[in-house]
């Protein structure tokens, strides 16, 4: 079924009126998008902190309404609504209906990280040299992957260093038989890396209900779904891991240290990522209370930092 579909650009802070209009006037779908972003410069995918929904500074809104609605009449129903909104530059088109996270997933290559982490869409048939390093003697790493509604797919660097970090605990025999936190899960792309690459069980925790059923179907679609278990940050158990990741933002971060780092048991691993050069500064003296031997790791604008749990 074909829709009608309305696209405008806005401010931030101009972003509920907007949604709040189009919803009214029986938008059946209202999404959001950077409007500043381009082919040529990859912008952050923001996963939001406890309690927060960033947005980027300049939005294009796009809005789906059913293919016979009328766009005069859609326009003067939404100026009435509300008046003080400027919808002069609402364009609208017709589009064909079609399913819009399987045509994304025809576009996503299978990667790789580190040494033996692969990240291979559900859809796609094993690339040959994967097929070739499992026959290697240290075999090979493989998470089928359908993020679904909810953040992680790899190709951002703050997944991609978080990766590189999993594998290269598993070259160094840190994770086997570990328990792994992943806190901020989405997809659940990083504790289903951590349980390929031999940790015996992991956990994942988001405040995003959607990111917990994303995370155990890609869990199930791995066959790890008994090795994995998911929670909002109220109902996460206090337990301490050998491995913990957390992939957030640098605010996140910085309020939850406390938290995280109470989660770490003495002498185990922690990986933060989620944040842009030039924030890790504030965050390696804020952590350093707690972890030793802290490091940064670069990946194009994005640094990754990871240390060892203190003994009491």
């Known amino acids: 079924m074909p829709f009608l579909e309305l696209t405008l650009r806005c401010r931030e802070s101009e972003q509920p009126r907007y949604e709040n209009a189009l ?92 040494t033996r982490t692969w990240i291979v869409p559900w859809n796609h048939e094993l690339p040959d040299e994967v097929l070739r390093q499992a026959q290697d003697e240290r075999g090979v790493a493989v998470v089928r992957l359908d993020p679904g509604l909810a953040f992680g797919s790899g190709t ?21 038989d570990a328990r792994v936190l992943d806190f901020g899960c989405g997809s659940g792309i990083l504790a289903l890396a951590a349980l390929k690459l031999g940790a015996a069980h992991a956990v994942g925790v988001d405040n995003d209900p959607q990111a917990l059923i994303a995370t155990r179907d890609n869990a199930d679609r791995n066959e790890v779904g008994d090795r994995l278990e998911v929670h909002l940050p109220d109902d996460e158990p206090a337990a301490t891991y050998p491995v913990v990741v957390a992939n957030i933002l640098a ?62």
Request: charged share 25%; glycine share 6%; hydrophobic share 45%.
């Open 23 to 114: 919803e009214d006037v029986g938008a059946l779908a209202v999404t959001m998008l950077d409007a500043d972003a381009d082919t040529s410069n990859e912008h952050a995918i923001l996963e939001p902190g406890v309690g927060e929904t960033p947005l980027w500074d300049s939005i294009t809104l796009t809005a789906l309404f059913p293919d016979d609605a009328d766009a005069l009449l859609l326009l003067a129903a939404l100026e009435a609504f509300d008046p003080a909104l400027d919808w002069s530059q609402a364009g609208f088109r017709k589009v064909e209906d079609q399913d819009w996270e399987r045509a994304w997933m025809d576009q996503y290559a299978p990667l790789r990280f580190g």
């Open 156 to 176: 951002h660097p703050t997944t991609s260093l978080c990766l590189q970090w999993l594998d290269d605990l598993a070259q160094r025999q840190l994770l086997r």
């Open 251 to 312: 605010s996140a971060l910085d309020t939850l240290a406390a938290t995280l780092a109470a989660r770490v048991a003495p002498g185990g691993r922690i990986a933060l990522s989620g944040i842009l050069k030039g924030q890790e500064d504030e965050l390696l003296q804020r952590y350093g209370a707690w972890f030793d031997a802290l490091s940064v790791a670069q990946e194009g604008d994005w640094v990754r930092i990871d240390g060892v749990r203190k003994h009491a």
